[in-house]
């Protein structure tokens, strides 16, 4: 991938106080710049004004929209008049905090959000905004979001959005955002909250000499990474808080959505054969069948695979390297970077000739310390039909489900010097076809995730018999209590747009009931 010239918007880390905002930046406002001619979005237009003033800039989506296209003259003129003929409004107030340029409501705007927030503070602040790639403008998917030095966190929809609720204790932190092959970015929080921030990460190339030196037998990283297991990973058991989402889409068409929080008992490394636990905190259901709608199919995935996919507990046979029967071969897949780490990709794939569905992938390795950082793996397309069985516990006798695709992404963050399971992913997608139907072969969606929120290593023990859930629990069948005052506050994903635009063309049937904590 080619790197081009820093021309768009992000935010970068702040080392100055706040003391530093002057009046509204005259000096930095009035520099004159040169402005080509240019067609573009605002996005894009706004990009240049940076990349000319050395500036970046900050600024509430509501305030700035960054899809529509504009163009500018050839003219020489200051940084402030380039922003407003860009935007278009020469309402818009402009501060200057260190090298970022704010870009806020009118005042009057401003004046009636101060008095407002004066009357009441919250026990925490609600940061909301959407991350995307710094040249594509694209969102930046499944990014991890969170408070620097603390094992709280979050990560953003497929549509780049996040929304992350600040407990107040922490209002002068930062926020970390980053993301497989990125460039990572800390951002004071205080900057963000109240805003719908537009936030941008620039992509990270690699040195072709720090590649050619580290290229290494992919092998030998994968034994260096086993070896190194009990170094970077728990051998004391942590509860984990999680936040718990699972769907089902056929024909594009929206069936359930349930939601949940669990405290998860992670049992130590060295306890691999010890099964990890389960215990619903809260939970919601969105249902749009009917109530004459019969089951369809029961497909494995959910709780149970959540917990069976953090493979560096639970070994898979494909990091059975130096076994006699291996099935696999490994390939390197180059340098690539995570959180500002050069991390090493190693590639598996089944053999030829192999009779069972097995998996393929890409394992993301730290190159310093031998940490997984990352896998993505999937069932073996060449195989993918004859993998059905594994997946579909149970269907309808009137219908017959084929695997399409299946699969799984698996990250692994630190804390404290510690890697603990941070975000699960699973897809499965099936063709179904209905018995004496002949042409109707709709697709079935059905895909599951798991973010960790907090860690915590303090007073850890197994729940009892009575509190946790069964692994193989369907969580659509669970009776539950909605409690709106707990989801007003718990870091949950935002919905991605296309799922919320379904969502609210249904009559839902939104079953409301809490499940206490103790």
Not at 114 to 121: D, H
Request: proline letters at 4%.
């Amino acid at each position: 991938m080619k790197l081009h010239p820093l021309c768009l918007l992000f935010f970068g880390l702040l080392l100055i106080a706040v003391d530093t905002i002057r009046a509204d930046g005259d000096d930095v406002l009035n520099r004159v710049i040169s402005l080509p001619k240019m067609k573009g979005t605002v996005y894009f237009l706004l990009g240049k004004v940076s990349e000319r003033s050395g500036y970046l800039f900050v600024y509430d989506s509501k305030v700035v929209n960054n899809d529509v296209v504009t163009k500018t003259r050839e003219k020489d003129c200051t940084i402030r008049q380039a922003i407003y003929e860009i935007t278009g409004n020469r309402r818009l107030v402009l501060k200057v905090i260190g090298v970022h340029i704010l870009i806020l409501p009118p005042v009057e705007k401003n004046k009636n959000i101060k008095k407002e927030s004066q009357l009441s503070l919250p026990a925490f602040s609600t940061i909301t905004g959407t991350l995307l790639d710094k040249e594509t403008g694209e969102p930046v998917v499944n990014a991890s979001v969170t408070i620097q030095g603390t094992s709280i966190g979050n990560i953003t929809n497929k549509d780049g959005e996040f929304r992350f609720h600040l407990p107040d204790s922490l209002r002068d932190g930062f926020l970390s955002f980053s993301h497989l092959g990125y460039v990572a970015q800390n951002v004071e929080a205080a900057m963000l909250t109240g805003h719908d921030n537009i936030l941008s990460l620039e992509p990270k190339i690699v040195p072709l000499q720090e590649v050619l030196i580290r290229l290494v037998e992919p092998k030998k990283l994968l034994r260096e990474m086993l070896k190194r297991r009990e170094e970077n990973y728990s051998l004391v058991p942590v509860h984990l808080t999680t936040f718990y989402r699972e769907g089902v889409q056929l024909k594009n068409k929206f069936q359930n959505l349930t939601e949940a929080v669990f405290k998860v008992y992670k049992s130590p490394l060295d306890e691999s054969g010890v099964l990890d636990q389960v215990k619903l905190l809260k939970m919601s259901r969105m249902d749009n069948r009917e109530s004459t709608d019969s089951l369809i199919a029961k497909i494995r995935a959910g709780i149970q695979a959540c917990l069976q996919l953090d493979i560096m507990k639970d070994l898979p046979d494909f990091l059975s390297v130096d076994a006699d029967d291996n099935p696999y071969t490994y390939t390197s897949g180059g340098i690539t970077s995570i959180d500002d780490r050069c991390v090493n990709v190693v590639s598996f794939e089944q053999k030829q000739g192999g009779k069972e569905p097995l998996y393929c992938g890409e394992l993301y390795i730290d190159s310093e310390n031998g940490a997984l950082l990352q896998a993505r793996i999937e069932m073996q397309p060449r195989y993918i039909k004859k993998a059905t069985r594994i997946f579909v516990v149970r269907q309808a006798p009137s219908v017959n489900l084929t695997a399409q695709k299946v699969v799984y992404t698996i990250s692994y963050k630190p804390w404290r010097g510690t890697y603990y399971i941070h975000h699960i992913r699973g897809d499965l997608f099936f063709r179904m076809k209905k018995k004496r139907a002949l042409f109707s072969n709709p697709t079935l969606h059905t895909w599951f995730e798991m973010v960790t929120c907090k860690v915590d290593r303090d007073n850890v023990a197994r729940f009892s018999r009575t509190e946790r859930v069964p692994i193989h629990t369907v969580l659509a069948d669970i009776d539950f209590k909605y409690d709106e005052s707990f989801w007003e506050e718990f870091n949950t994903i935002p919905l991605e747009e296309e799922l919320s635009k379904i969502i609210e063309k249904v009559t839902l049937k939104i079953e409301k009931t809490v499940h206490q904590e103790e």
